[in-house]
């Protein structure tokens, strides 16, 4: 969403890299070049001019010390950086739990914000960490709404209390009372009320989300936006704000094309953090949102804390345990060890986006872009249509084994050959790297961390001296 942006503050900071020292003149140009990008990105008007004199004065102010360092750029890369998480609401905030539960979450918003979908998602944040969630469906305007609240508590295992079909009928206040009063009874600890929305703000939707509220006394109301609403989501989070109130905003659609100035005007114009963030269509893409990542993203530096978080989900702790100690042992790394990690990696979503989350990924746009998603279903199928016994030995791949393997795998025989050409070679370097040695093409002399060097002992043949008394000497010796 935000790569326009990010292409823009790089450019910024690659011509202040370029100058040396830095004049107030340079710090002027490059605010301006800031100021143009926020705009063009649809940030609110009011948001870029505090942030801009915001940064303004803290370059200025600073510039005499940044005048005797040496990498003044990054000075105000560094002043940039802070106001930006200051502007994207400072610091990552959970959802606070009731003392006596269930926690109470009400969502709300507009209608194709995406509520329902968000619910389950949320829904299985909490469950995936031990809590006992309950949905409840208080949708009972839009057609099918509880319908698909169902159908999302299913693909979550999350139970929906739906006692009304909606469509228009049933009162989403009682509902909303009974769904608290089902929970306590059945020792759920959080409750997840899914409310109605309409196409824009109007009186009715407003009455039926402040009754509800005033029915549930819900512990936290969160405020659901479409992140490519642009200067429509700023106006409609003030008018909920105003007339409902809400805790914190979820951004959902945070993985679309559009300019993403939402994002960076929502948490400052209501003073309400942006709590949670979605970031595609499947129910696992969905997390806290932290701004010093948001802003880390933004400038170009990617956001290697979620990545590593997302491999440590995706990755067993004892598969990973068990391959560390096959490593330090001695033992070959084999195809069906390779086939673990491909699975791992399947969990951890798109491949495109992990690329994206890697520092200067905005230089490698393209690449990532037009990156085959389906190779790694395709080598994984290539991979499970050997036996056990070839995978823990690739000498047994012999033509008429490879023939079948591709026939197995819908390949060709020149694939499942790259493959295995490709993991020998892999295999040879590990060993290389296991036993202090260096992979081909590496420079030499670069010594591999954490891996003793081995000193052979030289010999050295003496030379005999051309003096016969000398000579006698050295061989008395």
């Known amino acids: 969403m935000f790569d326009s942006l990010t292409s823009r503050f790089s450019g910024a900071f690659s011509s202040l890299r370029s100058r040396g020292k830095i004049s107030s003149s340079d710090i002027e140009t490059t605010c301006e070049e800031i100021r143009q990008a926020l705009l063009e990105s649809d940030v609110a008007l009011s948001v870029v001019e505090d942030f801009i004199e915001d940064i ?51 969502l709300a918003g507009l209608q194709g914000a995406g509520k329902t979908t968000l619910a389950g998602k949320l829904a299985k944040f909490y469950a995936d960490q031990g809590n006992t969630p309950l949905l409840v469906a208080s949708d009972l305007q839009r057609p099918n709404a509880v319908t698909q609240l169902q159908v999302v508590g299913d693909s979550v295992n999350v139970p929906v209390f739906a006692p009304e079909l909606g469509n228009g009928q049933g009162d989403p206040v009682k509902v909303a009372k009974a769904g608290i009063e089902f929970a306590k009874s059945k020792l759920y600890n959080m409750v997840i009320v899914d409310t109605a929305g309409r196409l824009g703000v109007d009186e009715d939707l407003m009455k039926q989300a402040s009754d509800i509220r005033d029915a549930v006394n819900p512990d936290e109301i969160l405020f659901v936006v479409d992140a490519m609403m642009g ?90 345990a068990k391959l560390e100690a096959k490593f330090a042992s001695g033992e070959d790394f084999t195809l069906e060890d390779f086939l673990e990690q491909l699975q791992a990696m399947s969990k951890m979503g798109s491949m495109s986006k992990l690329l994206g989350m890697l520092p200067g990924a905005g230089q490698m746009k393209k690449q990532i872009e037009n990156f085959d998603e389906g190779e790694i279903i395709r080598t994984k ?97």
Request: charged share 25%; hydrophobic share 40%.
């Open 56 to 106: 303004r004065k803290k370059s200025l102010d600073a510039l005499p010390t940044l005048q005797s360092g040496t990498n003044q750029a990054n000075a105000i890369f560094e002043i940039v950086n802070a106001s930006l998480i200051e502007i994207l609401g400072g610091q990552a905030r959970r959802v606070r739990f009731a003392k006596n539960p269930p926690t109470v979450i009400m």
């Open 231 to 320: 200067q429509d989501a700023v106006r409609t989070s003030q008018a909920f704000l105003d007339g409902v109130g809400f805790d914190g905003v979820v951004l959902t659609k945070l993985d679309g094309d559009a300019r993403g100035g939402a994002a960076l005007s929502i948490a400052s114009m209501t003073k309400r953090p942006i709590m949670f963030a979605s970031t595609g269509e499947k129910l696992h893409e969905f997390d806290v949102f932290y701004p010093e990542r948001m802003a880390s993203r933004i400038l170009g530096l990617g956001d290697v804390a979620t990545l590593a978080e997302q491999a440590k989900k995706a990755f067993d702790t004892d598969t990973s």
């Open 381 to 477: 199928a290539i991979v499970q249509s050997m036996t056990p016994a070839e995978r823990q030995e690739p000498k047994l791949l012999n033509g008429s084994r490879r023939a079948r393997i591709a026939l197995g795998s819908g390949r060709k025989v020149s694939d499942v050959n790259n493959l295995v050409d490709r993991f020998s070679a892999a295999q040879k370097m590990m060993k290389q790297v296991r036993n202090g040695g260096m992979p081909a093409g590496m420079p030499p002399g670069m010594a591999m961390p954490g891996l003793p060097k081995v000193n052979k002992p030289i010999n050295k043949k003496k030379s005999k001296s051309g003096n016969p008394a000398k000579r006698a000497l050295e061989q008395g010796q």
